[in-house]
């Protein structure tokens, strides 16, 4: 069966069935559910709808999936066997992601009147400081399959760097596009890995709007653009947030999840993530309520769910969670659909929030998180003060990035306690001791 190609792809040859991609068997269409062969594109030929991976996932007695994930490598790679990656991928050049701590947050609780129990799933810790370098993993196993030899992306900061970086040990050229005025450390993150960084003069929707015209010109021939043409291979990353949450936490679902929204791609796949482990046994079918977190400067979500609307109207960006500055989220719709399905909500704190958000953080748990983070622990609070969260169920939190990334927004109120002349009177003098 020859692969269907729609505008704006790059065709490629079909790969031979089930190896490169282990247990996916198709692109599905999340609209009208029609089936293509595994290849380079991202929209349905009939409708138009965003495709997805679906799979022929293992079967049989589930303590024994258990216990081949458990003997697995500590990276996202020990859930092979329910991604489309090949068996042999943890010994390939890559800078297996994952595993990252879930850490139980007491302190916090205390301080947000939380009894039924609170971790912070801190993505902080994979190889470029966020939860990115998961779905880019993956998509370079798809370029590999593919055949391409340049890898790139549109990026709101923390995707260019886990692009450039899994590029690098892949031995791929990467050239990533971001908005021209991304905060620092990222831009930084993202140049200093060799490959070829380009600022675009407007905001992230602008630039994902050029990225994909250069997928449709000859000049993006042989690129594989890990959220464009790759993106149903690269949004599966996001579900192994939702295995190791569940895996960490004794193999059951969590009460509450506060996911961040940016394009959305990540709650859906954390969703779809807990069905999978649903229906494959290895975890208990019972009720969970998804929560998605904005920044009020960037709500379109947020707006959509409070309004009763199913359709989500674009905005123009602005906030100091730029990671999250996307005003026109393709998966918008499938985060309302799941958040009121599941009984959870969709909420979205202002910058002055979000800041607080991450000192509280930082001051409860040790936890130095980027601007994302503090939405979503922002969020958490205000869910809890409208009444919206259950305070006695057990909630886990999503961090997905590194504060030092995003040093500005907290750098105008942290600093020196005091500065002192070197000596014991200076120091009673100060007030400290």
């Known amino acids: 069966m020859a692969v269907h190609t729609v505008a704006g792809t790059t065709p490629a040859p079909a790969p031979a069935p089930g190896a490169p991609f282990g247990p996916a068997a198709a692109l599905s269409c999340r609209e009208c559910g029609e089936r293509f062969p595994l290849g380079p594109v991202f929209a349905c030929e009939s409708c138009f709808g965003p ?29 092979a066997p329910l991604l489309p990656v090949p068996a042999d991928v ?4 890559n800078l297996n992601p994952g595993f990252t701590k879930l850490v139980r947050a007491d302190n916090l609780a205390r301080e947000l009147g939380i009894t039924g129990g609170l ?12 939860f990115k370098d998961r779905v880019v993993a993956v998509a370079v196993e798809a370029a590999r399959a593919f055949g391409f030899t340049t890898l790139s992306c549109s990026s709101t900061g923390n995707l260019a760097g886990a692009v450039g970086a899994a590029a690098a040990r ?6 990533v596009f971001i908005p021209h005025d991304l905060e620092a450390g990222k831009v930084v993150m993202a140049a200093v890995y060799g490959g070829d960084l380009v600022g675009i003069e407007g905001t992230y ?12 010109d000859p000049l993006g021939e042989g690129w594989g653009f890990v959220n464009v043409n790759l993106r149903p291979y690269y949004g599966e990353g996001s579900k192994t947030l939702a295995y190791e949450i569940c895996e960490q936490l004794g193999w059951r679902l969590p009460d509450n999840l506060v996911v961040p929204i940016a394009s959305g791609s990540q709650l859906t796949k954390i969703d779809k993530g807990l069905r999978e482990l649903i229906a494959l046994g290895l975890v208990e079918d019972r009720p969970y309520r998804i929560y998605g977190a904005q920044a009020e400067g960037c709500s379109p979500v947020s707006r959509a769910f409070k309004d009763g609307h199913d359709v989500v109207r674009p905005v123009r960006p ?31 704190v202002d910058d002055r929030r979000i800041v607080d958000a991450i000192k509280l953080l930082a001051r409860t748990e040790g936890i130095f998180a980027e601007t994302a983070g503090g939405v979503t622990v922002g969020v958490l609070a205000k869910l809890i003060e409208t009444g919206q969260l259950d ?11 590194d504060g030092l990334k995003t040093l500005d927004a907290v750098a105008p109120t942290s600093g020196p306690s005091a500065v ?5 009177d200076a120091f009673r003098a100060a007030g400290l001791a």
């Open 170 to 175: 892949a031995g791929l050229r990467s050239c």
């Open 318 to 348: 602005d906030t100091i969670a730029k990671s999250l500055a996307i005003g026109n989220p393709a998966d918008g719709p499938y985060v309302l659909d799941i958040c009121r399905r599941t009984g959870g909500a969709v909420e979205d």
């Open 391 to 401: 305070p006695a169920a057990e909630t886990v939190v999503l961090n997905t990035g």
């Open 51 to 79: 495709l997805e991976i679906a799979y022929d996932l293992p079967t049989g007695d589930p303590e024994a999936l258990r216990e081949r994930i458990a003997a697995g490598p500590h990276s996202i790679w020990r859930y």
């Open 205 to 216: 929707d602008d630039v994902n709007r050029f990225c994909s015209e250069l997928i449709g």
């Open 90 to 93: 943890a010994e390939r050049p």
């Open 119 to 130: 971790h912070i799933k801190d993505d902080s810790g994979n190889p470029t400081h966020s």
């Open 420 to 424: 002192i002349r070197p000596s014991l």
